[in-house]
């Protein structure tokens, strides 16, 4: 029985003009954000009609129904959408989840285990700011992220346990279901690179644009990666 996962990246930020580690900052979704949600809601909706419609046209072929038009009235069940949306608790990432779960009269989950990363001393620093005062720690951090964390931040393969936990329960919970979870940048890289068997060394080649949909299948326990950093025509 398969199990599908859209795993969303929240929307833009307040002064995400300059590129920051927000970390667990509590730093609310713009407007901006919001918009660029609604076209990742547009994206996962479209791709909720279009495998109901591959279901259903699969079985009535194998089915050999002589009227397979009143089979397709009768909808047999194939268009369900949505049945849980998780997410972290920070703002961010909750009111975006808020604008995916509006269409399927679902409420967010919100999971302390899904929220990003603590960067330590940098949080709230920009990119910029940081290279000019870490200069090394940042190259060290960029090199490996394993083997290098922001100094007074979370080791890498500590989020990746907890965030990895949170996911197997998920799943375990809604096994032949149709679920979201709307997280961050940091913790849906680490979330792929496990689907994908990839060394986390290799977090920072995964590309996480503000409000991307990323699609999981579960085949029981075996995760396939069928869309990666989709967008629903909104970016930036």
Not at 162 to 188: C, L, M, P, S, Y
Request: hydrophobic fraction near 40%.
């Amino acid at each position: 029985m398969v199990t599908t996962l859209y795993l969303v990246r929240h929307g833009d930020v307040e002064g995400s003009e300059a590129k920051r580690y927000y970390g667990t900052i509590d730093i609310p979704l713009s407007g901006k954000g919001a918009q660029q949600v609604k076209g990742a809601c547009a994206l996962i909706s479209k791709h909720l009609v279009d495998h109901a419609t591959a279901q259903r046209v699969g079985h009535l072929n194998g089915a050999n129904l002589p009227d397979k038009s009143n089979a397709i009235g009768e909808k047999a069940g194939w268009e369900k959408g949505l049945t849980a949306i998780y997410c972290s608790n920070l703002q961010r990432a909750v009111r975006s989840a808020e604008i995916i779960a509006a269409p399927h009269n679902l409420v967010p989950v919100k999971l302390p285990a899904l929220r990003e990363r603590s960067f330590g001393i940098w949080e709230g620093m920009s990119f910029s700011e940081i290279n000019e005062r870490y200069p090394r720690e940042f190259d060290a951090w960029a090199e490996n992220p394993v083997r290098y964390s922001p100094p007074g931040g979370e080791d890498t393969l500590e989020v990746m346990a907890r965030v990895a936990r949170a996911v197997e329960q998920i799943v375990k919970d809604h096994v032949g279901e149709k679920i979201a979870i709307v997280a961050h940048g940091g913790v849906n890289r680490l979330i792929l690179c496990h689907s994908m068997g990839i060394p986390l060394e290799n977090i920072f080649r995964i590309e996480q644009d503000y409000a991307a949909v990323s699609i999981i299948e579960f085949w029981d326990s075996y995760p396939v990666v069928k869309l990666l950093n989709g967008n629903g025509g909104i970016v930036g």
